[in-house]
């Protein structure tokens, strides 16, 4: 029983990790790049969430949507600024650039007319309640995460394989100029890749401040270190890999955490990732692409 | 020995440098806070040559050169702190312990997943950077001297600002050696292709290594004059965003470019510490703001960094190309 009860706890960080690893990894199959900000619009979302249903009063679900709202009008902006003009440029070019946008995220909201600096505790929009199931407690905080994930992996399904937009996405995924000359708006398409992801991190951070009720402004750095992590393991740029890799990394840190120690979590989750990478260097769904000379 | 012109051109200039920096201390126009900032500038060349040899010159992305550097300084420190006590000859073993043991891990660590390609190199080696860092927070469990988590002190404070720039001056010599080597030029065939360079013959797998572990060395190197030079060592100060720093100054400068790596990570330590100067107590907060958007615009300004692969000409060894055809040909005449 300690050990399913451990399984949920670990399947609840896994599901929040799934949101932000899809968010990178859909960007990393549409520009190849690792968009380092992604943690830190997850951090934004948490922010806009928290402060939506205390101080402004929402409804919680309306709180999620204003996150939403607001995270992809900051992901679009971020890519127009600081991604677009290098698109084309080394790769390299564009991820500090990603890396710096991500330091100026972390920094500007720790001023003090911003969110400030210090952590705040995060008073919940209802009371967590305890369901006993024959010696397993389940929360319903564990309950609205489960259901909420899965809705947004539906409607993420949906969008990617039966709507225009999503047939541009995976269009533009395989090949920006093939995709142009087909006549996809190459520019709009990216943006609404960055923006559908930064929807889904922004869900992700209200999920998180509500499960972990403890935020501040640098508390993107790991789990989005960690959900970039979950995206490799299960083979970047690919959707479901995203969710697999997401679950696991949710259960080994869980798993480490309970039986092991603490402290050593992060280390043996990435040991396991460099393990995976050796054994299969494209992750765990990732294809094998045959190098042309 | 014949030294060359140019050789006695850069010893003049080091020398000149030297003599220029010392005047200076010594009308005591810095003082030591700066004498600080300019030797901690010289370290992280050091470092950030290795990273520019690893990723500049051979091409294989790695986020996790902090760790090596950090490596360094707990070894250097903890030997300097417990048998060391400060005495010359014992500093220097102790920093040369550093860079091999950091060598030594980059073999072990380097030799399986640099078949790794790009991003997924830059993601193992990131992953081996949080590794490090988790027992370095641990490391007082095994071993108490370590400190773990609170950091750890005692390390004898002898690395002076002589032999910071010696040093400095030295590894600047062996970098520019080494990429104009035969081996260099296999880790630069490597960067362009490796595909092609593997098919002119070149055992990409033992180039890619080579300057692997020369890199991390060179980190490990830098790392244990840091820990002579600061008093107090803290996993935190190793961490992946160190590794970053690392990564932007060598990206910054220009890939492929010595100078470019040299002239940025100077430049680099002094406008994080010119930030808090200029910017005073009032508004010392935005310091973070500031130093992002320099990165952000910089990068978007010169993609191909601020030196775009050009070096100044005293780092391109002349190659006396006439005379290097008459030895030849003397030597198959003798035999």
């Known amino acids: 029983m300690e050990f399913l009860a451990q399984v949920i706890n670990g399947l609840q960080l896994g599901l929040v990790y799934a949101l932000i690893a899809l968010g990178y990894t859909m960007v990393y199959g549409i520009v190849r790049l690792i968009n380092f900000a992604h943690g830190d619009i997850f951090m934004v979302g948490a922010f806009v969430g928290y402060f939506g249903f205390t101080s402004w009063g929402l409804p919680f679900p309306l709180a999620i949507l204003t996150a939403m709202v607001v995270c992809s009008i900051l992901g679009v902006t971020i890519e127009r600024v600081a991604y677009k003009p290098l698109r084309y440029a080394p790769k390299i070019a564009a991820l500090i650039s990603a890396f710096g946008m991500s330091l100026f995220l972390e920094y500007f909201c720790s001023l003090k007319f911003v969110f400030g600096p210090n952590f705040r505790v995060v008073k919940r929009p209802f009371e967590e309640i305890h369901w006993n199931l024959g010696g397993l407690t389940i929360t319903n905080i564990q309950v609205m995460i489960f259901i909420v994930v899965v809705v947004m992996l539906i409607i993420l399904q949906y969008l990617i394989f039966r709507t225009k937009i999503g047939m541009a996405m995976r269009s533009v995924s395989m090949d920006h100029n093939t995709a142009r000359l087909m006549g996809v708006n190459v520019d709009n398409t990216i943006s609404v890749t960055f923006a559908i992801g930064s929807a889904f991190a922004a869900v992700g951070g209200v999920l998180y401040a509500v499960a972990y009720p403890q935020i501040y402004p640098f508390m993107g750095i790991m789990p989005g270190l960690k959900a970039f992590t979950a995206a490799v393991l299960g083979g970047i740029g690919i959707i479901p890999g995203a969710v697999l890799g997401a679950l696991i990394m949710g259960q080994v840190e869980t798993m480490t955490s309970a039986y092991l120690s603490s402290q050593l979590r992060d280390a043996i989750a990435f040991s396991i990732l460099i393990l995976v990478l050796l054994i299969r260097p494209t992750g765990i769904l990732g294809r094998t692409e045959t190098e042309k000379v | ?335």
Request: glycine share 12%.
């Open chain 2, 1 to 335: 020995m014949r030294l060359s012109r140019q050789s006695v051109v850069i010893l003049v200039l080091a020398a000149v440098l030297y003599v220029v920096i010392r005047s200076v201390e010594a009308a005591e126009l810095i003082n030591p806070y700066w004498r600080m900032v300019l030797d901690q500038s010289l370290i992280i060349t050091i470092g950030a040559l290795g990273l520019s040899l690893i990723y500049g010159f051979t091409g294989q992305f790695s986020l996790g050169h902090a760790a090596f550097y950090g490596l360094g300084a707990y070894t250097a420190g903890v030997i300097d702190k417990l048998w060391g006590h400060g005495i010359f000859p014992f500093f220097i073993l102790s920093i040369i312990a550093g860079a091999l043991f950091a060598g030594f891990l980059a073999f072990v660590i380097g030799l399986p997943i640099l078949r790794l390609r790009s991003d997924y190199l830059g993601i193992a080696t990131l992953g081996f950077g949080i590794i490090v860092k988790v027992a370095m927070d641990n490391s007082n469990k095994l071993w108490p001297v370590l400190g773990g988590a609170t950091g750890m002190s005692g390390t004898p404070q002898v690395a002076s600002f002589d032999v910071i720039f010696v040093i400095a001056f030295l590894m600047i010599l062996l970098v520019r050696n080494f990429v104009f080597s035969s081996y260099g030029r296999a880790c630069t065939a490597i960067r362009e292709d490796e595909i092609a360079a593997d098919v002119m013959g070149i055992d990409t797998t033992r180039a890619k290594v080579l300057a692997f572990v020369l890199g991390c060395a060179l980190a490990g190197l830098a790392g244990g004059l840091y820990a002579h030079r600061y008093p107090f060592l803290h996993p935190s100060s190793f961490d992946f965003l160190k590794s970053f720093d690392f990564l932007l100054i060598v990206v910054l400068g220009g890939l492929g470019s010595m100078t470019g790596t040299i002239v940025t990570a100077v430049c680099w330590v002094f406008l994080l510490e010119g930030l808090r100067f200029v910017l005073g107590q009032n508004f010392i907060d935005f310091r973070g703001v500031i130093y992002a958007l320099i990165l952000v615009i910089t990068i978007i300004l010169r993609p191909q960094g601020i030196f775009g692969g050009r070096e100044w000409k005293m780092f391109v060894p002349v190659i006396n190309v006439a005379g290097a055809r008459k030895e030849d040909a003397d030597r198959h005449v003798s035999t």
